[in-house]
């Protein structure tokens, strides 16, 4: 598990003891992630000289979050007490009276924060977030690492729906992202000054399926489900053997998903029950809402001219952030074009238009054949090919296929302004 852990000093002993506990939580936990946890950031967010956190460090351990929170009250134990009594600032609130506070931040598991509340220890943190003498160090911590790393990365797509993905099943070192993936997914899947792609896909260890995988937006959001990353995790993990046949068991935000992996052109996925939840009117157009592990809202067209790059991003952004859909939604405009065929074009939330979208195509064959306007099976026809969907009783059945573009490593060098950013 990897652990983020806050050191501070509130009597004013600064930096020789927090060296000195870092050192002991070292020596505690195990292995260290490489020597990012002896950075430190000048201290900041002062209340008084009597109040403050200068770093955050990085570790890799075993063992579970309350056996770190009992080492973290050893050391803190260890490193003393002072006999006077509590601080008090402003006549009214006290603070601790240990030389040294260790705070567990955050914890992750195979990737996965790990949620805690009992009387004892919370994670994350519940402060953490709105403490800027937290957050920066935190963020420089992360900077550091990433701008001393090469990352290992494999750029994939499936009909042109591009994402950077991160194998962490064999290099843990892309999880050190995760805190701050709002920055660096704009930065990475910048076409221009980066490696470009509509998203990043970490693959993940998990203790029930073969693999679990999280999907990022360009914007850093974070997608419940993608059906072209699935086709493209599964035709990875059969070749690179991270499964012992051609099949594999994938968890996801929106639920576990069955894949099969005939040859590069042939993988299905399985993608579960489409859920309709009704039609919305808005300016003038009927959308159909679909969930199929995230929400999808599909409006059809008359003819295929009227499917044109400017009613999408027109249209698009519009609809992805309407009041009646408070988390947002995807979006897909579609034509039909026989009983077993229609063309579509989809405005994905959190990247825009993209050359294809798996569960907008899922969603979209199912609202064609709930609506009587085609029969199972469906070709959808997007930007960059053709997916097919059947219906398998209530589950449906995406087939199309996946492509490994390359492989590399990813040098970040830039480092945000943690205090502009928050203004």
Not at 260 to 279: F, K, L, N
Not at 300 to 311: H, S
Not at 359 to 380: E, K, N, Y
Not at 385 to 410: K, Q
Request: glycine share 8%; with cysteine; charged share 20%.
């Amino acid at each position: 598990m990897l652990y983020y852990i806050g050191f501070g000093s509130n009597l004013g002993e600064r930096e020789h003891l927090i060296r000195r506990a870092i050192r002991m939580m070292t020596e505690q936990l195990g292995k260290l992630l490489g020597e990012a946890s002896f950075f430190y950031s000048e201290p900041v967010g002062f209340v008084s000289e009597h109040e403050f956190c200068n770093t955050v460090a990085l570790y890799d351990s075993q063992l579970l979050p309350m056996q770190v929170l009992a080492k973290a009250q050893e050391v803190e134990q260890l490193l003393g007490r002072p006999k006077h009594k509590p601080v008090v600032l402003h006549g009214s609130r006290e603070y601790t009276d240990r030389l040294i506070d260790i705070d567990l931040l955050m914890a992750y598991d195979n990737g996965m924060e790990v949620h805690i509340d009992t009387p004892t220890l919370t994670l994350p943190h519940p402060q953490m977030a709105v403490r800027e003498f937290v957050q920066r160090p935190l963020q420089e911590l992360i900077c550091r690492i990433v701008n001393q790393a090469d990352i290992p990365f494999i750029k994939m797509h499936g009909l042109g729906n591009d994402y950077i993905y991160f194998d962490c099943t064999r290099d843990t070192q892309a999880l050190v992202l995760l805190p701050a993936v709002m920055t660096y997914a704009p930065l990475l899947c910048d076409r221009h000054r980066s490696i470009g792609g509509d998203g990043l896909v970490f693959i993940l260890p998990d203790r029930e399926a073969d693999l679990r995988m999280r999907i990022f937006n360009a914007d850093g959001s974070e997608a419940e489900m993608c059906g072209n990353a699935a086709r493209c995790v599964g035709y990875y993990a059969v070749r690179r053997h991270l499964v012992a046949d051609k099949h594999l068991r994938l968890a996801t935000k929106g639920g576990e998903r069955l894949i099969e992996v005939q040859d590069q052109e042939h993988i299905s996925v399985r993608m579960g029950s489409p859920v309709y939840s009704g039609a919305q009117e808005i300016g003038g157009r009927t959308y159909h809402c679909v969930d199929v592990g995230n929400p999808h809202a599909v409006t059809f067209l008359q003819d295929n001219e009227a499917l044109t790059r400017e009613l999408v991003h027109t249209v698009g952004p519009q609809i992805e952030t309407a009041p009646v859909f408070p988390n947002r939604t995807n979006v897909e405009f579609c034509v039909v074009l026989d009983r077993h065929h229609a063309a579509m074009r989809v405005w994905e939330r959190g990247s825009g238009e993209t050359q294809a979208c798996g569960t907008g195509a899922t969603a979209t064959a199912f609202a064609c054949i709930r609506q009587g306007l085609c029969d199972s099976p469906v070709t959808i026809t997007l930007l960059g090919g053709n997916l097919t969907i059947t219906l398998d009783g209530n589950d449906a059945i995406m087939t199309g296929s996946a492509t490994i573009a390359y492989t590399g490593l990813a040098h970040i060098t830039y480092c945000p302004d943690i205090h502009n950013n928050r203004k």
